[in-house]
């Protein structure tokens, strides 16, 4: 099915993400969130927080979480769930890293 | 009618007999006090923090004018007396003037040994004992250059360290083979040898100093061996002798001290002597603890009571370097009829030795872990029999009677008179009897009571553990909030820590300072980021992954996920061409909403992301910057016109505020600042509800601070008055840089206030004129590396990928 027939798009570098940092994706559906952590684990998730719509590419990166800068809702990367007694989730992505570069599923580009 | 009672002398052991002798009695007496110094009583043993720049005159006062005035005590400061008319019962000053008295207390102190050899007089050989001292030291300091410290006592050795951390290149001469060797053991020497030298410091042991050589000032040390040390700065830190010149010149008794019975009492029945200055039963001391129990006696003989006399003391040592722990008490020589147990652990740097004699403590040392010096010095003072638990002695109290006490435990097991503050001298007793006789609840209660822990704070965990001990359920941890959940210590404990152990990166701090997590949380990581620039102007490298996004990209992040451009405009003033260049940037980059702010400026609201460098470097063609709208740092300077135009204006409030708002731009605080300039007392510009806030008047200008009109209204309060808009300027910039070294990340500037006092910020900036001169230029240096625009470095293209996307995904064709 689709899971076997991805399309990976190049990002770049891996190093066009700063540690404990994000960028951003645009595609003409939604855009995604590319997050780089302080070990060189990377996650993609829709740049919305559940909450309130807040770009959570610019919140702050520590450990494995994001907190959205609208109003601090701790994200977890790895699912997209909101932590806490929060409760909401943002939509993950298949990501990828091989020989330093970035890949992101093309699915991303797929309506919804 | 009242008695008169005189005292010579307004150190630590003056100062002490008065509390206490308040304390019994507060109104028997007349109290006048002659010092010779021309300032307050403060706390000498901290005089090595303020050399090391861990702590301000301020801190260690330990009676602030406030405290004479409420007790009635009449402070002639600066005013050393030269001689007693004991026929007439009267003193005399240096000036000539005559006080009477029913009871005099000479508590003269000691003096530091001069070694006579040639040069001592030279220009540039200064001793360590009093402010004068430390601020001669800072002085020669600020120039960098070379220190040779003589004497490689606990006095020698604080000198040194607090030298080479003000940046001087030092050495340590000592005529024995190992250092503080009446209080070490040669092993713990050669450890403490070692982190004394890990520190940069030279030692030189065995050393006899035979020359001070120079020719105007000094410029080196002549050893016996040939060796000459070049030196800007030699500090004689080679012991002290009590001052008896006074006493002697009276005819009272003196051998080595001022010969004193065990009420205190001299020769003379009006007359005591108190302190370093005394010999009692053949000893003199120079350590705080005995000169306590000496001022309890006499204040009990003042108020008349009757007591138990003074029986001498046994007194243990620590070293005030941060960093280096260190205990001694009683007696270590090697001997037959003396047992030792010992303990060595070299990787951790740990040494303890406890010398026993039939099954007593008679001594111990311990280096690097102190925690139990305590315990053994007071079975030493008691005598107790160890031989029950003498196989795990060594090990501490924590591991006798089975499994280990928590210490909640360990403390309420402390006997009464155990001491629990070295530096005041405060025993548990005193604190338990404060805590429930005074109802107090909070360890700030506790330190203003008992003066524990007011001082190097080493001591705190244990008060508040006493406090838990004491009050059981009803004790809530008021104030000892940990930073985060990621770190145990508060963010003043780490404030401190980051200063003193020289951490300059956040892994740094993390790892020394047992962060639990891999790399903080978004609460701790600003602070640290702020506390660090803050501590390292220069050195430490700003962490833009560790600033929230406002400060990030040096704009408002809004609802929408667009941001708000606020440009400086410096007082509230601007110019059409100006407005016009923010009418031109609304055009071209559709900018929805123009709005006038509160802080008499223009907001562009809803400028997109990737729009913001295009904006800034548009407003920058004009000669608009950053203002720092989004920033923890100085927001605005609100003015009224003033003289300039307004018929009541006093001053030129536009004038002031915009030099003020230029001073000042740039510097990053632990929150936003907000200040007003107002022309006359009608305070058109809202001062009196800003951080800072200026109110010009006729004579000058009224210095406010601490207001706030957010969430929370408060009034400022009045700091103090000065009368040149330079003086105003350093000020305020002083007030700002020690609320940016002092305050917690997020306390507005009213918070901090409210936490440490009005008095002592007002002591510190208004009275310590050299504190605020230091201040303000640690201000002025760390401004020179801040002071710049973001906003054109970024249009420049700093950081373009923070607001550019990584990736544009086009539709795909279909396949």
Redesign the interface.
Known sequence: MRNENRFW?D??PMD??????A??????RR?IA?FRT??DEFFALENRCPH????LS??????RKV?C??H?W?IDLENGEATGADQGCARNFPIKLKNGRIY?D?G??APA | MRKKLVVVGNGMAAGRVLDELFDKSPDQYDVTVFGAEPRVNYNRIMLSPVLAGEKSFADIVIHDEAWYEANKVALRRGEPIVAIDRAARTVRTADGASEPYDKLIVATGSMPIIIPVPGANLAGVVTFRDLDDVDAMLAAAAGGGRAVVIGGGLLGLEAAAGLAAKGMSVSVVHLMPTLMERQLDPNAGYLLQRAIEQRGIEVVTAANTKAIVGAARVEGVLLDDGRTLAADLVVMAVGIRPNTTLAKNSGLETKRGVVVDDFMRTSDPDIYAVGECVEHRGACYGLVAPLYDMAKVLAGQLAGEEGAGYAGSITSTKLKVTGIDLFSAGDFAEGDENDEVVLRDPARQIYKRVVLRDNKVVGAVLYGDTADGAWYFDMLKKGVDVAPMRDTLIFGQSYQGGSPLDPTAAVAALPDDAEICGCNGVCKGMIVQAITGGGLTTIDEVRARTKASASCGQCTSKVETLLVATLGDKYVAGDRKPMCKCVDLTHEEVRAQIKTKELKSLPAVMQELAWKTSCGCPSCRPALNYYLICAWPYDYKDDYQSRFINERVHANIQKDGTFSVVPRMWGGLTTPDELRAIADVADRFRIPTVKVTGGQRVDLLGVKKEDLPAVWAQLNAAGLVSGFAYAKGLRTVKTCVGSDWCRFGTQDSMGLGVKMERLLCGSWTPAKVKLAVSGCPRNCAEATVKDVGVICVDSGYDLHIAGAAGLHVRATDLLGHVDTEEAALEHVAAVIQMYREEAAYLDRLYKWVDKTGLERVRTAIMDDHDNRKALYERFVISQRVARRDPWAERAAGRDSREFTPLAVLMPVAAE
Request: aromatic fraction near 2%; proline fraction near 11%; charged fraction near 20%.
């Open positions: 798009f990002l770049g066009s993400i700063p540690k404990r940092g960028r951003t994706v645009r595609t003409p855009e590319v302080a070990s309130k719509g807040g770009p610019e919140g702050i990166v520590h450990g907190a800068p609208l601090n701790i992101l093309m991303v580009a």
